[in-house]
């Protein structure tokens, strides 16, 4: 009998990640599966209920809600910055990704929402915060802890 994903199991398995719309927002290449040990905090809550129970061999595709993905979006994650804060030479628009530094000195992306010549307007709030997601997944091999 194969070993079951519990809690602690390293588990390797190729996934896609997608929108309700079917568009794709990542997966593994054919040739690299992922690793990932179930319980260590990496994968999100639904992700994880997901992969709970199958063995290798087996496949599952399940919609997960933004609550147990990426959580819904944080309005005080929406951060006004003084357009003099950005280096003369960026080239601002809408949906750019750039990186900033918190208070830690830890990089944190956000995504340009609006700007004029007094702010720009930043989200920090994950890119998948308040969507649904398509999580299919294919279990290559388990290994209990």
């Known amino acids: ?12 398995l190729h996934f896609s990640l997608k929108l309700d719309d079917g568009s794709l927002v990542d997966s ?12 260590d905090g990496n994968l999100p809550e639904g992700f994880e209920e997901t992969l709970l129970g199958l063995s290798a061999g087996e496949d599952r595709a399940s919609r997960i809600p ?41 990089e944190l992306p956000g995504v340009v929402r609006a700007f004029d010549d007094e702010a720009v307007e930043v989200d920090f709030n994950h890119p998948l915060s308040g969507r649904h997601l398509i999580f299919e997944v294919q279990i290559l091999d388990v290994q209990t802890p």
């Open 1 to 12: 009998m194969s070993a079951v994903i519990e809690k602690g199991s390293k588990v390797t």
């Open 28 to 39: 593994t290449p054919p040739e690299k599966p992922a690793s990932l040990i179930i319980g």
């Open 66 to 106: 933004p609550e147990k993905a990426f959580g819904m979006p944080n309005p005080n994650n929406v951060q006004r910055i003084p357009r003099g804060s950005f280096a003369s030479g960026v080239e601002l628009e809408e949906g750019l990704v750039m990186s900033f530094s918190d208070a830690a000195n830890s």
